[in-house]
């Protein structure tokens, strides 16, 4: 996905704009001939396009692609995986909680830790070492 598809989605339940994207993963793609701006949220920035004191470098944003990283949402506290490039924004019943306990084990160092504690709707509090063992 790229940054700036953070200038379009909102979190699934709670619907807050903007959301955080954290990235642990991303390669340069070449942007496309025209670049526009984001409109009000713009990732490679994070920052609301008002706040910023230029104007935002949003090739940034369409040349970059995250190839794995994090969408948290600061209101309800989820938290979205993006794998492969792709973000998985499922609501809670169609969420697949070993999959996702998986990606929350792999890529842990990199994951604040009230996300690794108390994200929802999964989190590694109690299934902390061991996540075979149910
Ligand atoms: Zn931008
Ligand atoms: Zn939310």
């Known amino acids: 996905m790229k940054y700036r598809l953070m200038d379009l989605l909102a979190c699934p339940i709670c619907k ?11 390669r340069g793609i070449k942007p496309p001939e025209r670049v526009e701006r984001c409109e009000l949220y713009c ?4 920052s609301m396009v008002e706040r910023l004191p230029h104007e935002p470098r949003c090739v940034e944003c369409y040349g970059r692609e995250v190839v794995n990283g994090l969408i948290t949402c600061p209101k309800c506290g989820r938290w979205y995986p993006v794998e492969e490039e792709i973000p998985r ?25 009230e996300i690794l504690r108390q994200g929802r709707p999964f989190n590694l509090s109690g299934s902390d070492q061991n996540l075979e063992k149910r």
């Open 16 to 26: 807050t704009f903007p959301l955080r994207l954290m990235v642990f993963e991303e």
């Open 43 to 46: 990732s490679y920035h994070d």
């Open 89 to 113: 924004m499922l609501p809670d019943e169609l969420r697949d909680r070993e999959r996702d306990l998986r990606f929350l084990s792999k890529w842990r160092a990199r994951i604040p830790d």
